[in-house]
């Protein structure tokens, strides 16, 4: 569905459906087209080239640099939340608070409810990539 510029967040709002449920539980993950307004995007990318190029584990304010793996040619952006406004309209953003709600969270334990457990900007370069991690026995090394 494409979106004019002048749409406003209200007209962005989506709710899963069934055919999102099957693919959620076949892949394990959705993939949302056009969810956010160009403009936010346009936001998002300014913010995010407004960062002053940060040394590993470096701050700028709140936003920490905390990649593991500056060998690998990305950069982590950890709480980037804290860059900026534009970050802040993606934490309850209409066209996918919906699908958090129906797929993410425990319920009836101690951590019911949504919570953000981490904030990142995974900034990749030319032959950067993120290692292979979660669910395997072994680590997994990718050249």
């Given at each position: 569905m494409p979106v004019d510029p002048a749409t406003t967040a209200t007209t962005l709002t989506r709710t899963p459906t069934a055919l999102d449920d099957y693919l959620f539980d076949l892949r394990g993950y959705l993939t949302l087209e056009q969810a956010l307004e160009p403009d936010l995007v346009d936001a998002l990318c300014?913010?995010?080239?407004?960062?002053p190029p940060l040394q590993p584990l470096g701050w700028w304010g709140n936003v920490h640099?905390?990649?593991?793996?500056?060998?690998q040619q990305s950069v982590e952006l950890q709480n980037?939340?804290?860059a900026g406004e534009p970050f802040e309209r993606l934490i309850d953003h209409p066209s996918w608070l919906s699908y958090v709600h129906r797929?993410?969270?425990?319920q009836d334990t101690y951590v019911d409810g949504l919570?953000?457990?981490?904030?990142?900007?995974?900034i990749r370069h030319p032959g950067g990539f993120?290692?292979?991690?979660?669910?395997?026995?072994?680590k997994v090394c990718l050249l």
């Amino acid at each position: 569905m494409p979106v004019d510029p002048a749409t406003t967040a209200t007209t962005l709002t989506r709710t899963p459906t069934a055919l999102d449920d099957y693919l959620f539980d076949l892949r394990g993950y959705l993939t949302l087209e056009q969810a956010l307004e160009p403009d936010l995007v346009d936001a998002l990318c300014a913010t995010l080239d407004a960062i002053p190029p940060l040394q590993p584990l470096g701050w700028w304010g709140n936003v920490h640099r905390a990649d593991a793996h500056p060998d690998q040619q990305s950069v982590e952006l950890q709480n980037v939340v804290e860059a900026g406004e534009p970050f802040e309209r993606l934490i309850d953003h209409p066209s996918w608070l919906s699908y958090v709600h129906r797929y993410c969270g425990e319920q009836d334990t101690y951590v019911d409810g949504l919570f953000i457990d981490e904030c990142f900007a995974s900034i990749r370069h030319p032959g950067g990539f993120f290692p292979v991690h979660s669910g395997a026995y072994r680590k997994v090394c990718l050249l």
